[in-house]
């Protein structure tokens, strides 16, 4: 990961999106940011009640369940802020960026990618095009334990806990914060 590309277009943000996560069971989506609070406005997108502020692609493929165990039609427990800020810890830019990569992976691990060494320079440069939307200045948290003590950690194949924030067996993710928007970039095993 190296530093972050020019912010991305229309066109260029849902290249990304899909090299990063098309086909896999996962939830990329974008809400504003409103409140001081950053985790209401990540609450709000994880509950799909936002709308992107850019119109830009998103994408919700969280695995097929026979009912709605949120209660609220989105893959994710309906979270307080004070309850989701329980469950995440801040890193810094490159372990974000690895994570959105590993994301694809089984486990999500890198290791787990299908022809990860042939791809790895498009998922990297397609991970700092989706960073990049955030500007410089963003913050970033994961439900990765390995992050709870060290905002550095390796997220490419760490071996790790999460906390779990869907209905699914498991899942990991990533929130990008900035002053203006919240980006919920997320994955799912349903067992």
Not at 91 to 100: F, N, T, W
Not at 114 to 137: H, I, M, N, Q, T
Request: proline content about 6%; hydrophobic content about 40%; some cysteine.
């Amino acid at each position: 990961m190296h530093e972050l590309e020019p912010s991305p277009d229309a066109v260029s943000w849902k290249a990304a999106l899909l090299d990063l996560f098309g086909g896999a069971r996962t939830f990329a989506r974008v809400g504003p940011r409103r409140h001081e609070d950053w985790c209401r406005d990540a609450a709000a997108v994880m509950a799909r009640r936002t709308t992107d502020p850019r119109y830009w692609a998103s994408l919700d493929r969280a695995p097929e369940i026979n009912e709605d165990r949120s209660g609220i039609g989105a893959p994710f427990i309906p979270w307080s802020p004070e309850q989701l800020r329980q469950c995440l810890y801040e890193v810094d830019q490159q372990p974000a960026g690895r994570l959105l990569v590993a994301l694809r992976g089984e486990n999500y691990r890198a290791v787990g990618i299908p022809d990860f060494e042939r791809r790895k320079d498009s998922l990297f440069g397609s991970s700092r095009s989706v960073l990049s939307r955030f500007g410089p200045d963003a913050r970033f948290f994961t439900n990765a334990s390995a992050a709870q003590d060290d905002a550095d950690t390796d997220l490419l194949n760490a071996t790790t806990a999460w906390d779990c924030l869907s209905v699914y067996t498991t899942d990991c993710g990533l929130i990008t914060v900035s002053d203006t928007e919240i980006g919920v970039f997320w994955a799912f095993w349903e067992g």
